[in-house]
Nanobody
């Protein structure tokens, strides 16, 4: 069974940085795509970034492009989301998700497995 465990969230001032990690287990993920989503209070879950495990192709939401970087460490079965130049509007619960396909997509309903989520709070 696939398990995803997020870590690295917390409180940071605007302009600061955080690095989220998503530790994946229970499967060989070479044929998977991994995505990060976020959900702020009162808002729908939105796509942030995604990466194809094999080959490393990436795609970002326009709102984070140039500030966030998604990467993976094959040896550790871990996907990272480096978040720089954080803004108060980045405050949300961040979720890691896995999709059993090499095709990277931005629609949450197309992902098969989800982590519990982790809080990121950016103060102004």
């Amino acid at each position: 069974q696939v398990q995803l465990l997020e870590s690295g969230g917390g409180l940071v001032q605007a302009g600061g940085s955080l690095r989220l990690a998503c530790k994946a287990s229970g499967r060989t993920f070479s044929s998977y795509a991994i995505g990060w989503f976020r959900q702020a209070p009162g808002k729908e879950r939105e796509f942030v970034a995604t990466i194809r495990w094999s080959g490393g192709s990436t795609y970002y939401a326009e709102s984070v492009k140039g500030r966030f970087t998604i990467s993976r460490d094959n040896a550790k079965n871990t996907v990272y989301l480096q978040m720089n130049s954080l803004k108060p509007e980045d405050t949300a619960v961040y979720y890691c998700a896995a999709r059993d396909s090499r095709v990277i997509v931005t629609t949450a309903s197309l992902y098969d497995y989800w982590g519990q989520g982790i809080q990121v709070t950016v103060s102004s």
